[in-house]
């Protein structure tokens, strides 16, 4: 069996993960990462993309307000271009009022985010959909942010530290070592999900970042770790109704978020307490909330075209499993050092915190493994910038500016997000890939108004072409340094995508680990499913009207429930099925 | 600008299911690279617009002609049109706008201050010195069929001259005349006030002034309101004295109709009643015709007449009431062009960078008229730039229909472009 030693095998490629192989990479450890799906498959790349100024968390929870405004201006540096710098409200309706607004912006201040009071009339005139009844608005230093890219950057800046990212490797279950009273975990027996190869990592400390799955992989040494999988709903609406994070004043709860990313405009969320991180299903009266409360902020929202309606699970951790509402629960990062907690050495778990806090989360994680293996580096991730942050924010309207500047026009796969054939052929070649949702995850493919509509065949269309022109293998290799064209920094920029990486590019240079299980008939299936997912729940009105003729496109012109090659499915193609099982009401009634 | 229009262009962006029907019907985009589509600027570059952007995001829209065929054709409603007219806007706002587009788009003011030496005038401009210079510093293309101005006077000369002999009535209409025929053809004017007397309709001119589509056109949107607002002043009373404002140009009447309300959102009772006090011409007669009211003593017209119902005409959604009037004069054959746009679409093809443009899309149109053979003397338009492309694109003239019906009338010489002196 294949062998690989480190010294610290980070599992889980959510923003956790990636941040703390950035973080240890940096200090100069060895690092492998294995993430059993694509990087930010799981909460990372499921929540609304708030990047909090803390003001959501003043009054409850001075402490993580303040981690929160910490990072944010951190976040703000190392991460640029992963930031649109949106601003936030926070917006007193008539039925909010009381006296929250101001403990809020005593809270604020008592912990230094910056928080201005603004007149209503300027708040309509930047804002002019927001509920003119509004009494009292804050402005603080909320923006939006882009999990994915995010994700990708904190990867590639770790795999120019030496850190090797392994996706599609899922851990099958951990190496112990040591008797009773030294148990150690040493490692992890690892599966690549596409070609089934197993292998050892041998690691001198584990990190366990598996997010909402954190439990499941701390049972695999025996330890019991409370992850209380807490379902958020978020639904998303076909454009921007608003340019700015617009948040109620109010103690937090469901729908009171509204966040501008790229071209559309995601409320959320719900808060329901789930069994298990998957499946998730959303339930009518989550989506029915959503738009009930973001009429509230913005009359009119719940007539505006939805686009669609995703679920992420926070992995909100507890040491003793109460049944307390998600909300309760706290939102603080938790660091669980095994050897103190349960005498199981060489294993740590990070767990906890939110998307703003990821970088801090890896900083403490990473001082912790200093402190195993007894040497001190200094952490650097504060004051050191990923690569592509020199392009500084981005803005809504970067990509249209980029096709215009350079008449990429024809060039358009995704019309919806403006995403261009080198767009695709770069990020496929870049980024280990196997369904077209990877590609979502990389270019925003598909994630516009007709959700894979006009794009999903086209995509499909020049994967296949690239697969027979040789120019493209999928590249699952473990060697180290096999990605070392992994260049995402530019990834989802058209402008900076003008020439295909297909030159100098040397296929069939791992034979043995490219997935060969490539089929553009599996490709468009899943994809397909993956979207329509997606849409099920909010299936009504104009979204319904697109749907018909997608169906048109699929069903009668392509007629892909005939296609060929029905037995075959990707390690995700059991994830984009339906949950069709009855819930507990449904079960009640019968 | 792009939100606060939520309540009547903005919403519907979200009807757009990207089916491409406005894509393929687009005559633009069939003839030029520089113009990706309505599709693209419009519903689709829309959700990339925001205010105070770092950079102006894109400039392609402004290569839109703004002919409306892709409203026209689109299936679930979607104001293309309009969001790019904001769109369009936006960028002026943000941007500036050259000096062409802002003379191009004050067509009264150019109408009044050639109107004072209109010889002259028109010396001054149609040279070909003056054209290669007005080319090389301002970008009006020198082939572009820019009007002559009136040399006999303007049609308010000619109605205040003539009032002793106009017919009294208690049938009263309010004539919209427009720009075009108050400067530059005051003879479309004398043939709409034939018609309407010939009917038995006392015609009335109340001071008025553009409707501000060549100012919508090019952006100006705060020009334009400056400009509906005083043409409500105006009208207000006779529409609210039940009055019709019936208007020969039919793009101003669609201005006064939906264009302006829309477009700048102007939404009180006062702009509601002139949208429904307002009509182009035919619709108004075919409404007559309909009541049993309109005079078929129609002389017998030998002639092959091309029509081309322009886009904007089109736009109006009343179907083609020009044609369904036409049709009723004895031995008019007349051939129903089915292009899609003449080009020209008003200001849009006298700019020296879609000059070309406008003759490729107007090729469709020429062909046409070329087609129908060798005894066609004329064509027929109802818009007044359409009519000066059509002109320019066949070399043969074009008429407004109401010319064409005053003649039937005996009332009007097709050849003169004067009525017939009884």
């Given amino acids: 069996m294949h062998k690989l ?52 968390y003043a009054v409850k929870d001075p402490h993580g307000a303040a981690e929160c405004i910490a990072e944010n201006q951190i976040l703000r540096v190392t991460h640029a271009h992963c930031i649109e710098d949106t601003s936030g409200f926070f917006v007193v309706l008539p039925e909010d009022e009381g006296d929250y607004p101001d403990k809020f912006k005593a809270g604020c201040d008592a912990v230094g985010i910056p928080c201005t009071e603004i007149s209503v009339a300027e708040a309509l005139r930047r804002e002019p959909l927001l509920n003119p009844r509004i009494s009292r608005v804050f402005e603080v230093p909320d923006g939006s942010s882009d999990s994915f890219l995010a994700a990708h950057a904190t990867a590639q800046a770790a795999r120019n530290a030496g850190a090797q990212i392994l996706t599609y490797h899922e851990v099958t279950n951990l190496i112990m070592t040591g008797g009773e009273s030294d148990r150690r975990v040493a490692g992890a027996m690892i599966r690549n999900v596409v070609t089934g190869e197993e292998m050892e990592i041998h690691a001198d400390i584990t990190v366990n970042a598996a997010g909402a799955w954190t439990g499941k992989l701390a049972a695999m040494a025996g330890i019991q770790v409370t992850i209380m999988p807490s379902k958020g709903t978020m639904v998303a609406m076909n454009h921007r109704l608003v340019n700015t994070v617009v948040n109620r004043c109010k103690m937090p709860s469901d729908g009171d978020i509204i966040v501008p990313s790229h071209t559309v405009c995601v409320i959320g969320t719900t808060s329901v307490n789930v069994p298990e991180p998957e499946p998730l299903r959303i339930e009518p009266w989550e989506v029915n909330k959503m738009l009930e409360e973001g009429d509230k902020m913005v009359p009119g929202f719940a007539q505006a075209r939805v686009l669609r309606a995703w679920a992420g699970v926070r992995p909100l951790f507890q040491d003793t499993y109460t049944s307390g509402k998600g909300r309760d629960v706290t939102r603080k990062l938790a660091l669980l050092d095994h050897q103190e907690r349960e005498g199981v050495g060489g294993f740590l778990t990070i767990t906890g915190g939110k998307w703003t806090t990821f970088r801090l989360m890896a900083e403490a994680t990473v001082d912790d493994v200093c402190r195993h293996l007894g040497t001190e580096r200094p952490c650097t991730t504060a004051t050191t910038p990923v690569p592509g942050a020199e392009q500084g924010n981005y803005w809504l309207g970067h990509r249209l500016h980029d096709i215009e500047e350079q008449h990429l026009q024809g060039q358009l796969v995704c019309e919806c997000e403006l995403v261009t054939r080198t767009m695709v052929e770069n990020a496929a070649r870049r980024n280990p890939l196997l369904t077209l949702d990877d590609l979502r995850r990389d270019v925003r493919l598909g994630k516009g108004p007709c959700q894979g509509g006009f794009c999903t065949y086209r ?50 240079q791992h034979p043995a680990n490219t997935a060969d299980s490539f089929n553009p008939n599996l490709l468009l299936r899943d994809f397909l499913q993956e979207r329509w997912k997606g849409v099920t729940p909010i299936l009504w009105g104009r979204q319904l009207k697109q749907e018909r003729l997608d169906e048109l496109i699929y069903m009668s012109v392509m007629n892909v429930d005939h296609l060929p090659d029905k037995e075959l499915a990707s390690p995700v193609t059991d994830f984009y099925r339906f949950d069709t099982r009855p819930t507990v009401e449904e079960v009640a009634d019968v | 600008m792009f939100t606060e229009s939520w309540h009547s262009v903005g919403p519907t962006l979200d009807e757009c299911i990207k089916c491409n029907i406005c894509t393929s019907y687009c005559p633009v985009s069939a003839v030029t690279d520089l113009f990706p589509g309505p599709k693209y600027v419009g519903p689709q570059a829309q959700r990339f617009r925001e205010n105070g952007q770092p950079q102006s995001p894109d400039h392609s829209v402004d290569y839109c002609s703004g002919c409306r065929v892709c409203n026209e054709v689109c ?116 043939a709409a006030v034939a018609v309407f007397e010939h009917n038995g309709y006392e015609v009335l001119v109340p001071p008025q002034n553009c409707c501000g589509l060549p100012l919508l056109s090019n952006g100006e949107f705060g020009a334009a309101e400056g400009y509906h607002q005083n043409n409500i002043n105006k009208l207000l009373v006779y529409a609210q004295a039940g009055l019709d404002i019936v208007g020969t140009s039919t793009s101003c009447t669609l201005t006064l109709k939906e264009e302006a309300p829309e477009l700048l959102d102007m939404h009180s009772e006062n702009v509601h009643a002139i949208t429904m006090a307002t009509w182009d011409i035919f619709e108004w007669l075919r409404e007559r015709h309909g009541l049993g009211e309109l005079k078929t003593d129609f002389s017998e017209m030998n002639m092959v007449l091309p029509y081309h119902a322009p886009c904007q005409y089109r736009a109006h959604r009343i179907g083609k009431p020009a044609r369904d009037i036409l049709v009723l004069i004895p031995g008019i054959d007349l051939r129903e062009s089915q292009a899609r746009c003449c080009g020209i679409a008003g200001t849009y093809g006298y700019k020296k960078e879609k ?7 107007g090729a469709e149109l020429f062909n046409f008229v070329a087609d129908q053979g060798e005894a066609v003397e004329m064509t027929a338009c109802d818009s007044e730039t359409c009519r000066w492309q059509l002109e320019h694109g066949t070399d043969l003239p074009s008429r407004h229909p109401i010319e064409i019906l005053a003649a039937a009338y005996g009332l009007y010489d097709l050849d003169k472009r004067d009525l017939v002196n009884r």
């Fill in chain 1, 5 to 56: 030693e480190t010294e610290v095998l980070v599992i889980g490629g959510g923003a956790t993960g990636t941040g703390v192989a950035w973080d240890a990479s940096l200090r100069g450890f060895k690092v492998i990462l294995v993430e059993r799906r694509d990087l930010t498959h799981g909460t990372s790349g499921r929540y609304h993309g708030l990047l909090h100024s803390g003001g959501r």
């Fill in chain 1, 459 to 508: 995509g499909v269309g020049i994967l296949h072409e690239m697969k027979k022109a040789g120019s493209w293998e999928v590249d699952m290799s473990d060697e180290a340094g096999s990605t070392a064209k992994w260049d995402v920094a530019y990834l989802q920029s058209p402008g900076h995508n003008l020439v295909s990486d297909a030159d100098g590019h040397q296929s069939n």
């Fill in chain 2, 75 to 190: 299936p679930t409603g979607v104001k293309i049109a309009e969001i790019n007219a904001r769109a369009r806007a936006q960028i002026v706002a943000e941007e500036g706008i050259p000096l062409r587009n802002r003379l191009l788009g004050r067509n009264e003011t150019l109408g009044k201050v050639g109107s004072v030496a209109p010889a002259l005038a028109n010396f001054s401009l149609h040279n070909s010195f003056s054209r290669v210079m007005a080319e090389k510093v301002m970008g009006i293309a020198r082939e572009a069929p820019l009007p002559h101005w009136s040399t006999t006077g303007t049609f308010g000369d000619w109605f205040k001259k003539t009032q002793s002999v106009r017919l009294k009535s208690d049938k009263k209409v309010v004539y919209y005349h427009g720009c075009a025929t108050m400067y530059y053809e005051p003879f479309v004017g004398k």
């Fill in chain 2, 355 to 361: 000059y070309q443009i406008a003759m490729d899309v």
